[in-house]
């Protein structure tokens, strides 16, 4: 059965690579992959698990990627992703400030992984921000959804306004799939946009499943991007497809869309994501585009 796991390992890292060849591409730039401490993965892993029954069987999420840190990091890497993200998100005050100190080291032993911080409505949140970024820090994660805040909350503001200042993109889950919280959705976000209009927001998983609202959002500011975590693939589509309406917008967009996977939590292989983009059919230059050019005009060298 090993056996068979990796031949299938070798199968997919060889379809990967082929398809970002195919592209001429030197590789991929994935923005939106999970590292974390480990107790806190297997937390997020025990929530996945418990989708199935808490469903009824509607939402099974396996996770196609469970294993050990340091052979996640070799997959990623296998695949010819040339740099990754550690998307890490507090629930509770206190926690991300904590997270950030395990960024910190895991970004100093992972040189590929874009060092990535987080932060949580809090009093002391613009201290630790300014801390993540004097240290280093290159992008930011906020999960609205997770969090159950108000991402226009006002102890935010003086962050956002740090973060918008020095450029640093923030990798926001703020739309409302796979279920909707409190804060979720466009207007709290277009709140923020008002306030902090050069803000590089990267809405994940391209806003869903309010997908028009969220580009309407991208097309007013012109630092907001999008990720395309999830989207388009068969498992999405089922319960929050794309509109067909709206391919001619994320194609006058494309410029400002980016890779992201969540791996290693995704319910199916990784290629599938890029394979969903593809049959998008909105051209090789717009694949060039977002799977590696965006990332990496956004992220440098």
Known sequence: MAEAGEAGEAAEVAEVRAFWRRLGLPGLVDVHT???????LRKVWDYFDALGPATGGALEWPITYRKEEAERVALIREFGVRAFTAML????????EWLNG????FAARTPDCL???????EPGVEDYVRRALDAG????????????YDPADELLDPAWGLLA????????HCGSGPAPGKHTGPEPI????ARHPRLRL???HMGMPEYEDFLDLAERYGEVRLDTTMAFTDFSERFAPFPPRALPRLAALGDRVLLGSDFPNIPYPYVHQLHALERLDLGEDWLRAVCHDNGARLFGP
């Open 34 to 40: 999970h590292f974390m401490p480990e107790r806190v």
């Open 89 to 96: 998100y507090p629930h509770k005050p206190g926690m991300a």
């Open 102 to 105: 395990w960024a910190v080291d």
């Open 115 to 121: 060092h990535t911080s987080t932060l949580f409505p």
């Open 137 to 148: 820090a290159r992008v930011f994660k906020a999960h609205v959804q997770v969090g159950a």
């Open 165 to 172: 200042e020095s450029g640093t993109p923030v990798v926001i």
């Open 190 to 193: 277009a709140r923020v946009l």
């Open 202 to 204: 990267v809405l994940a």
